[in-house]
């Protein structure tokens, strides 16, 4: 497995079949971040074995527990700026399966006495994974992407910035706390890739192309939330490596830059 090969224990987990008595790893865990989505028809595949869940963790040696979730669960709010206090609204199915495991986790957590948090993620990229990324493979936008375009803000944060907040939310002792985890510039995705093209432009002409982008007639909805990062840099002290998709989108570019002038002088 590729996660061994790093130099990590790693231990296949079957929802439908696995019993979490047999993950030796998370009855010696300290920590726990739970990153998997749920499945439709399913929810948490972890939470669905709650009994097993309980007893492993009852059993264990954990004293911080953190589910990665998302800003999707705000729903439409107009345009508005919504913080952690806002109600949820959560309108598509895969949203409302995020707040069921939030609320899920949080359960069961007060039943274990746990240090727990709840961080919920704007769009995450990184390298790998961006505007950049999509223009230089020439890939064109699914279905799903092609929708995004349609909202005035969309909340995004790099994969730098998800890291430290998970970091510092392990210095801090506090049940059930719940953080938005989002930059400080909750642009259009049009503005994105537009960004992502000139950037591209100045150093790989040839990669320049306008058929990765937006198309500028599906820009007419106006978008549903700006979310606001405070509580994250008031409470939890992140000062954000990347506040804005421009600096992150740079980064990202400049480790491009330097992979090839590395490969150019071997």
């Known amino acids: 497995m590729e996660l061994e090969k790093l130099g990590m224990s790693a ?70 700026w919504v913080d952690e206090d806002r109600a949820v609204n959560p309108n598509k199915e895969s949203s409302k399966l995020r707040y069921a495991a939030e609320e899920g986790w949080l359960d069961l957590v007060d039943e274990l006495d746990l240090s727990a948090f709840v961080l919920r993620l704007g769009g995450i990229y990184g390298p790998g994974r961006s505007a950049l990324d999509t223009i230089a493979k020439r890939k064109s936008l699914s279905q799903t992407q092609k929708l995004r375009e349609s909202k005035q803000y969309t909340a995004r944060i790099h994969v730098a910035d998800i890291y430290q907040a998970i970091m510092a939310s392990m ?83 400049d480790s491009w830059l330097a992979e090839s002038t590395t490969s150019s002088k071997m």
């Open 11 to 80: 231990s296949l987990f079957d929802a439908t079949r696995s019993n979490l008595v047999n993950l030796h790893a998370m009855q010696d865990a300290t920590h726990l971040l739970i990153s998997i989505p749920p499945i439709p028809g399913v929810g948490d595949p972890l939470l669905s074995s709650h009994t097993d869940l309980q007893r492993t963790l009852t059993d264990g040696n954990l004293q911080w527990l953190c589910y990665l979730s998302s800003t999707g669960v705000y729903g439409d709010c107009g345009g508005a």
């Open 171 to 253: 210095g801090v002792r506090s049940a059930r706390k719940i953080y938005n985890v989002v930059d400080d510039d909750p642009a259009p995705r049009a503005e994105v890739f537009a960004f992502a093209q000139s950037l591209i432009e100045k150093i790989y002409p040839d990669l320049a192309t306008d058929s990765t982008g937006p198309d500028s007639q599906d820009r007419i909805i106006a978008g549903e939330k700006r979310v606001s990062n405070a509580r994250l840099k008031e409470e939890l002290g992140v000062r954000l490596v990347h506040p804005s998709y421009r600096s992150g989108l740079q980064s990202i570019l």
